[in-house]
């Protein structure tokens, strides 16, 4: 099965070289999907818009391939894995320099990463990371430490919940079933509050990482668990979802309802300043400028490290509103 696969890849990539003719080096260096100049072409395969974490990472990531001179070949996936398949497949016809991508999911590459690894185009994972069966399919992965970034969200509520000796009912709103960043957040943060017997995640849902689905995940949950008193969204479109859901039900967010998000983004910035979150993990979206810098890297034949982890930090209401006036994105 997987052999046959193989076999088409090799196949295709054949043919796309011949239609290149005098295209390339062969060899997976610049130039060879840029008709024989020195321009390296990226194809870069993205989740979606879900989010203004990911508008803030798709800017940094097309402003930083046109000061890099990349030619960048932008698709986006719109949050489904079987079209980022197809753009991974496409970037591997067309010969590309180097494909990078950010995996919707994190199983379910393996085939589509090894049809690109026998055109020797090299991939870059870049925010999440995939799950494969066999470990030389990508270069590298540049983003966050997601399970650092749960602990973080547990750590807070550990020292400003659980230190209270109340009972605190939470309610969990979680990112894309099967992504990284939601199967990690949820790891660190049940593991920081295990050992706080009145810290309990009494709902945990998926609100898919937008402000709608924060918002109708809420309003189900505030209506079969009207306990709730604390909310953990995985990024902070959906904490600002259920902020609205939280005011539609007749609470205070912020303080009937206490909540921590992730992510730190413009918005979600905001309402910590405005009282209506209480704590934000930092998620930094813009990977742009490190992206290009390991392509660059990788097609000059240069070690990389196989992982580049983001610096992060976290925001209390005081720092949020500090910060906010120079915040970028
Ligand atoms: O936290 C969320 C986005 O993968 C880190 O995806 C990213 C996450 C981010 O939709 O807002």
Same mark, same amino acid.
């Given at each position: 099965?997987?052999? @046959?696969? $193989?076999?088409?890849?090799?196949?295709?990539s054949?043919? *796309?070289?011949?239609?290149? *003719?005098?295209?390339?080096?062969?060899?997976?260096?610049?130039?060879? %999907?840029? +008709?024989?100049?020195?321009?390296?072409?990226?194809?870069?395969a993205?989740?979606?818009?879900?989010?203004?974490?990911?508008?803030? @990472?798709?800017?940094?990531?097309?402003?930083?391939?046109?000061?890099?001179?990349?030619?960048?070949?932008?698709?986006?996936?719109?949050?489904?894995?079987? @079209?980022?398949i197809?753009?991974? &497949?496409?970037?591997?016809?067309?010969?590309?320099?180097i494909?990078?991508?950010? /995996?919707?999911?994190?199983?379910?590459?393996?085939?589509?990463?090894?049809?690109?690894?026998?055109?020797?185009?090299?991939?870059?994972?870049?925010d999440?990371?995939?799950?494969?069966?066999?470990?030389?399919?990508?270069?590298?992965?540049? %983003?966050?430490?997601?399970?650092?970034?749960? &602990?973080?969200?547990?750590?807070?509520?550990?020292?400003?919940?659980?230190?209270? +000796?109340?009972?605190?009912?939470? *309610?969990?709103?979680? %990112?894309?079933?099967?992504?990284? /960043?939601?199967?990690? &957040?949820?790891?660190?943060?049940?593991?920081?509050?295990?050992?706080?017997?009145?810290?309990?995640?009494?709902?945990?849902?998926?609100?898919?990482?937008?402000?709608?689905?924060?918002r109708?995940?809420?309003?189900?949950? $505030?209506?079969?668990?009207p306990?709730?008193? *604390?909310?953990?969204?995985? @990024?902070?479109?959906?904490?600002?979802?259920?902020?609205?859901?939280?005011?539609?039900?007749?609470?205070?967010?912020?303080?009937?309802?206490?909540?921590?998000?992730?992510?730190?983004?413009?918005?979600g910035?905001?309402? $910590?300043?405005?009282?209506?979150?209480?704590?934000?993990?930092?998620?930094?979206?813009?990977?742009?400028?490190? $992206?290009?810098?390991?392509?660059?890297?990788?097609?000059?034949?240069?070690?990389? /490290?196989?992982?580049?982890?983001?610096?992060?930090?976290?925001?209390?209401?005081?720092?949020?509103?500090?910060?906010? /006036?120079?915040r970028?994105?």
């Amino acid at each position: 099965m997987i052999r @046959n696969k $193989l076999l088409a890849a090799v196949t295709a990539s054949v043919a *796309a070289l011949g239609l290149a *003719a005098c295209g390339g080096s062969g060899d997976g260096g610049s130039g060879g %999907g840029g +008709g024989g100049d020195d321009t390296i072409t990226m194809g870069f395969a993205q989740v979606g818009a879900e989010s203004g974490w990911r508008t803030a @990472n798709t800017e940094s990531i097309q402003s930083s391939a046109e000061a890099a001179g990349i030619d960048l070949q932008f698709s986006d996936a719109q949050g489904e894995q079987e @079209n980022q398949i197809s753009a991974i &497949r496409s970037f591997i016809q067309q010969r590309v320099d180097i494909i990078a991508f950010s /995996p919707v999911v994190e199983t379910g590459w393996d085939a589509v990463l090894l049809e690109a690894k026998r055109a020797n185009i090299p991939v870059i994972l870049t925010d999440r990371s995939v799950e494969t069966e066999q470990e030389d399919l990508f270069v590298t992965f540049l %983003g966050s430490d997601f399970i650092e970034e749960g &602990r973080k969200a547990g750590e807070w509520a550990v020292e400003n919940w659980a230190s209270t +000796g109340a009972q605190w009912n939470i *309610a969990e709103l979680q %990112g894309t079933t099967g992504a990284a /960043p939601a199967i990690d &957040r949820q790891e660190g943060f049940a593991e920081a509050i295990a050992g706080s017997p009145n810290l309990t995640v009494v709902a945990s849902q998926s609100g898919d990482f937008t402000r709608t689905g924060g918002r109708e995940v809420m309003e189900a949950m $505030l209506n079969s668990n009207p306990e709730i008193n *604390a909310v953990y969204a995985h @990024n902070d479109d959906m904490g600002l979802g259920a902020i609205e859901a939280i005011e539609a039900a007749g609470k205070v967010p912020g303080q009937d309802i206490q909540i921590i998000t992730v992510d730190a983004v413009r918005d979600g910035m905001q309402a $910590l300043a405005d009282g209506k979150i209480n704590f934000i993990v930092e998620c930094n979206p813009l990977l742009g400028d490190q $992206l290009m810098d390991l392509a660059q890297q990788v097609l000059d034949g240069e070690e990389v /490290p196989e992982r580049v982890v983001t610096e992060e930090t976290t925001f209390t209401q005081e720092q949020a509103a500090e910060v906010l /006036p120079d915040r970028k994105y």
